[in-house]
């Protein structure tokens, strides 16, 4: 069974700082993906990954399959990226599910 | 395009009631999935289905039935509720057995008294 660990549990930063969310799994995967849970609830992908590095906005999302760690930075935060942030393991092979990390609570001040 | 749908919002049951969560998506997508998300731990798969017809249980299916009853709509079924299983919900599809972008639905928050 893969074990998904985050970390930070909970980060709270000032407005502008350069933000850094870090996953580790326990097994190899296909795919790591990263969501966002706003603080209404809704989950949205904001990435998927199985090697290298993808952008999107001020947002980036790196993997390092041999040392099987992710990061998720964030650049000149904002508090609208205030926000619960998941990382996801996918197994491969199958519609089998994901394996979540219990997240990161990021708070954003201004 | 209203992507991943899920009825109601929220619901209060008593122990030993039985309901029914219904989701719905409209992205033409094969696999769907039934997680719940508990304070203090991460999103747990219930059951998934990777295509119509076909069903499997997750990591937590005790307490639990599905239903794929065609390609759009994925139910899940507490036949008899227990405290425990106080949780939000979260249907999620995707497009096929690739590893793809899931898209979720917005949750429905039962509370079992």
């Known amino acids: 069974k893969n074990e998904v660990e985050q970390s930070p549990q909970n980060l709270t930063a000032q407005e502008g700082e350069f933000i850094t969310i870090n996953c580790s799994y326990s097994?190899?995967?296909?795919?790591l993906h990263w969501l966002q849970q706003h603080p209404g609830g809704g989950i949205v992908s904001l990435f998927m990954?199985?090697?290298g590095k993808k952008k999107h906005g001020r947002l980036i999302a790196t993997i390092n399959i041999q040392e099987k760690h992710s990061s998720l930075h964030i650049t000149a935060s904002h508090p609208r990226d205030s926000a619960v942030y998941i990382c996801?393991?996918?197994?491969?092979?199958?519609?089998?599910?994901?394996?979540f990390g219990k997240g990161t609570h990021l708070i954003i001040q201004p | 395009n209203a992507g991943v749908t899920q009825t109601p919002k929220f619901q209060v049951l008593k122990t030993g009631q039985s309901m029914t969560l219904q989701c719905a998506q409209d992205?033409?997508?094969?696999?769907m999935y039934w997680y719940r998300q508990d304070p203090g731990m991460g999103l747990r798969l219930i059951y998934y289905?990777?295509?119509?017809?076909?069903?499997d249980k997750g990591e937590v299916p005790n307490g639990y039935n599905v239903s794929r009853l065609n390609k759009r709509e994925f139910s899940l079924r507490l036949e008899s509720a227990a405290p425990s299983q106080t949780s939000v919900y979260f249907c999620?599809?995707?497009?096929?057995?690739?590893?793809?972008?899931?898209?979720f639905g917005p949750g429905t928050r039962l509370l079992v008294l």
């Open positions: 289905s990777a295509s119509e017809g076909t069903t």
């Open positions: 992205m033409n997508h094969n696999s």
């Open positions: 097994v190899g995967i296909s795919a």
């Open positions: 990954l199985s090697s």
């Open positions: 996801a393991a996918a197994m491969g092979g199958g519609a089998d599910g994901l394996t």
């Open positions: 999620a599809s995707r497009r096929s057995e690739v590893q793809e972008t899931q898209y």
